[in-house]
């Protein structure tokens, strides 16, 4: 079965960095387009950006110019660097991908932006 499993959150001052991992299973993962999004206590899930099999990037306004999507296909994992974090990105970061019509997310990982 599809798994996605994200790690890479934590607690991260403003300004700072994190990079964020999400490991795929059960896909063809050199396949898929994959795909970054979030969601704040009390809000909306946003989306932040994806990777399509052929790694073009796009990205949501909010980050774009400070996260990067990057893809490794020997290793199954996609990636989310981000930089300049400010304290509005703090959230829940998840991982997404549609296989066989169905959209499958991760778990999620927790991402705070504190001084």
């Known amino acids: 079965q599809v798994q996605l499993v994200e790690s890479g959150g934590g607690l991260v001052q403003p300004g700072g960095s994190l990079r964020l991992s999400c490991a795929a299973s059960g896909i063809i993962f050199r396949l898929n387009t994959m795909g970054w999004y979030r969601q704040a206590r009390g809000k909306q899930r946003e989306w932040v950006g994806h990777?399509?099999?052929?790694?073009?990037?796009n990205y949501g306004d909010s980050v774009k110019g400070r996260f990067t999507i990057s893809r490794d296909n020997a290793k199954n994992t996609m990636y989310l660097q981000m930089n300049s974090l400010k304290l509005e990105d703090t959230a829940v970061y998840y991982c997404?991908?549609?296989?066989?019509?169905?959209?499958?997310w991760g778990q999620g990982t927790q991402v705070t932006v504190s001084s």
């Open positions: 997404t991908t549609v296989h066989v019509g169905n959209q499958y």
């Open positions: 990777i399509t099999s052929g790694g073009s990037t």
